[in-house]
Structures are given as C-alpha cells and as structure tokens.
C-alpha cells in the first residue's frame, strides 16, 4: 500500500509542477501578437515622414515568424523603401554570434572559456594577472576600448579607414588596463576584437567563414554576412543617415573593415531565425546555457552581461536581448523565452531608438501591465536641496559631476532628477545615490549603488587655475600606447588642447588639476613631491586613463 504522505506530497508536488507549467506556457495569441506589433510599429512610423529613414521590424513566435513590417526610406537619393527583407547593419547586436563562435569552439575541446587570452594572443602584454577568454565576453578584462584609444589620434572610428589588423595593433600597444581583471564591468569593444582574433587562430578561418559554414548555412540565414569589406557591395542594403530633424538628411555609413565586435549585414527574418534556434536549442542546450550565463565578479557581485547577451527582467519575464549601434544603424534583438516571442528591429537613422519601439511592441503584445508602485519619496524644499549641490570627482575615472537644483529638484547636471527617500538617500530610476555627510552638514563624498556596482565621488572645490597656474601645461605631449601626440597651448588665463590638422579645443578648469576636454572627456596632471608635474592623462567613457609624457623634457 502506498504511504499517505508520500502521496500527498507527491500530489502536492505534482499541483505545483502543472501550475509552474501553465504559467510559463502562457505563450500569447498570434492575432493579438500580429495586431500588437502592429499598433506599436503604426505610432513608431507616423514619428516621421514618409521621405525618411525608418525601420524593420521582426516579430516571431514558437520559433516562427509572424510579422514582418518596414517604413521609411532605405535609400533617400532614389527613393528607395525599406522593406522586411532590407538589409542593415547589427551594430553590437552580432557580439553574440562573435561569442557563440568562441562557445562553439570550447564545447569542441579546442580552447577553454577561461583560458587565459594570452594562451592565443601571446603579444598582448602582460597586466600582472591574467585576462580570461570569459572576461572579454562579458567586459570584465579591463580592455580600453580600441576606438577611445584612436580617438586620441584625432583620427578615431569614422574618420580613417580601420582594418581588423589596426584595430588589433591598438589593442596590444595599451601596456596597462582600466582596472584588475574580473573586478569590475565595463564595455569594450576591444575584447570582442581579441576574440574575433582567437575563433580565427584556433578553428584556421575567419570568423565570416566560420560563422558561416557553422551558423549561417546551416540555420539557412541567406541574408547575412559580414562587413569585412566596406566596399562590397551588398544588394538591398539600406544606407544610414543621420540629421533631418533640424537640418538635411546626410549619409552616415561606417567605412570600416573591423567585425567582431559589429559588423554584420542582416534582416530581421534572418535573426528570428538565430533567435528561432537559441529558443529551440537545436544546435544543443550547452551552446544556449553557456551564452547566458552572465558575469560573475571577483567580489561575487553579478552582473547582467553573459556571453554577448544581456539577461533581464521586463514586467516578469525572463529577457535575453541587445542592442547595437554603427554610424547611422540603430537596432535590438530580444527574445522572451517563457512566451517563445522574439523581436528584432533595424532602423537607418541615429536619430531612432529601437530599443524603446520593441519595448513598445512587447508592452501591446504581452501587456497592459499594471503601472509600477512609486517609490515612497518625500517632499524637500528647492532651499533643503542647495546642500546638496556640488562639484563632484570619480574615484574611478576622474569625471567630474554636478548637482544641481532646476525647477525645484535635484538633479544631476543635464540628467535624471534625484528623489529624496525617507531614509536619507536619493533614488534616479533604479540606482540608489546617498551623500555622506561633514561636520559642517555639507556632504564630503556620494555613494552611486547601481545594483551591479558601487562607484564613489568626493566633493571638491571649482578651481580658477592662474595663467602661472596654467604655464606649466604648455608643450607638446605624447603617448607611445595611443601613438599619439598634441599640444597644450596656454594664452592669458586659457589653455587649448590643439592638435593637427585643425583641432583646437578649450580646457575647461573643473577641480584641482582637472580639466574637462571636449565631449565626455577629462585631462589632468600628476606631480612630484616638489609639485611638478611628471605627467598628463586623458580618459573617457571607455578609456579610464591613457598617460602622456612631455616631449623634451621640461
């Protein structure tokens, strides 16, 4: 006779296991898919002429294509629409496929994910702890990214024709990192260039063939190949654009031979396909699995970055997607494996965000969902908040930032509006910012917790350099790791970053030794015990600290 409890128990496991299954098998009907996509594509086109660029939009279910639909122009000139079968350019939306070669190539015993790069790519420098084939993929090595790098040049990505052979050279010069490997996530493009490299050492082809002969063919993606020759041509591509919301449309296309990290030409039909196959696992589970397995860090801090997939969260459902951007070519893939929905967007204009049309889109095909609980902030007075307004310098990168008081909140400087919560702290979408306070009541530094990282910035004061200040600076500096060089120019109580054939930008004094440059860039000096300056640095968003040393002495 069968024991009682264990009946129950498996009657009661039984219930739960049925349950979980109705829940995730709440694949959503095909009219309202088709009549969703629909509604959301609609409004997305009517943001802009007819005589515009515009976008493709994919959307499949079960592994099946179910809707397919373009606006706008693929080409302006000769009044050329796009259709579902145009082609685009990825962006980074083909980091997954760089990664799934390198997967490929390690469920096949020919190289280990967390081998170390230098196993195959022996030129690049040793950092003092070694760089791992899993930390390019999921931007953990500390990589600069390459075009940062050559940005400093003058002559960065879209101003000079880039091979894959460039693009390596830059990233072997770089003789140090942004920070130890595995200690923090930062997004490189760079890593997914050493990998290109790597799938082409180990398995003797170039990623194009071997993605080819082991993805594309196979997965029957006749549409697809790669930008390995900006020169192609390639039949029914769309041209990417940037302008015409205050001005004319212009050409934006990329002139580059790098792939890897982008690169790829391809529909929206031919990634439902990819996406068809990672939901269906016909190319094996472990492929799937070990391209969304996200970071991990040194500290055991996850990230949501895997295998050149980002996995998410969107209003309950699982969410495995990625976006990309090249020149004028805006796109994003997702796939929603609890639903088996999938949707893929390509627009040709910089000025579309396709990231928000397939949120768009998922929201009229899986919603309406219920509106978010607001936080519990309170009220604070324009005048609470001037305490808080300040100057501010990254730990990490020496970026300054401002608060600032506008229209009675507090916000950063241009950005989002912070909230005061109950406990002291303040909130912007999801990232948590709390001040530490002085003895004075003013705060002294800032906690910025997004969930993934903590980054700290102390307070510090607007410095007013003098012209004997600023004398000093003056001269020509170079970098062998940027294979760059330019010079500081000092008139009256003003300094110029200048640099041939005819840039001349204004040092804007920020704090102490700091300076902001341009767009999204910091230069400041380091010095000696006797306060002389020994060298200079640049850092950027992708481009912690290049170092710069003066040429010919003092």
Known sequence: MMNPRINIGSRVFLMIALLSSALFAQVPDQTKVVAGADRAVEKAAKLSPAAAPGCAVGVSLSGRSVYEKAFGMAEIEHA?????????????????????AVILLSLEGKLGLDDPVKKYIPELPDYGAPVTIRQLLN???????????????????????????????????????????????????????????????????SLPTFTAERFFKPLGMTKTSWRDDYQRLVPGRAQAYTGGLSGPWRLLMPFMNVYGNGGMLTTVGDWLKWNAM????????PLVEALETTGVLNDGRKITYALGVVVTNENGHRKVSHGGSTAGYQTFLSRYPDLKLSIAVMCNSSSRNPS????????????????????????????????????????????????????????????????PLPDGSFLSGSTKIRFQMGTNGKPISVEVDTGEAITRYIAETQWTPTPNELMPLAGI?????????????????????????????????????????????????????????????VGAGRMRDMPFERVGGK
């Open 80 to 100: 050329i629409p796009n259709t579902p079968q145009t082609i685009f350019e990825s962006g980074s939306v083909a980091k997954q496929f760089t990664a799934a």
């Open 139 to 205: 931007h953990t090595a500390g990589l600069r990214d390459w075009g940062a790098v050559m940005a400093l040049t003058g002559f960065g990505r879209g101003d000079r024709v880039i091979s894959q052979a460039l693009a390596m050279d830059v990233i072997t010069r770089q003789k140090g990192l942004d920070f130890t490997p595995g200690a923090e996530y930062s997004y490189s493009n760079s890593g997914y260039q050493v990998a290109a490299t790597i799938v082409e050492r180990v398995s003797k082809q």
């Open 278 to 285: 990672l939901d269906s696992r016909s190319m094996g589970a």
């Open 356 to 419: 928000a049309l397939e949120r768009d889109i998922f929201n009229e095909i899986a919603g309406p969902f219920p509106a978010p609980t607001p936080p519990a902030t309170i009220a604070m007075k324009p005048e609470e908040l001037q305490k808080y307004v300040g100057l501010w310098h990254n730990e990490k990168t020496h970026m300054p930032e401002r608060t600032v008081v506008e229209n009675g909140a507090l916000r950063l400087a241009g950005q989002a509006v912070l909230r």
């Open 477 to 537: 500096w170079h970098s062998d790791e940027a294979d760059a060089s330019f010079t500081i120019a000092v008139e009256n109580d003003k300094a110029f970053f200048v640099q041939r054939p005819d840039t001349r930008l204004q040092l804007r004094p920020q704090f102490k030794d700091h300076f902001s440059v341009g767009i999204g860039q910091v230069l400041w000096v380091t010095r000696d015990a006797n306060g002389q300056i020994t060298k200079l640095h």
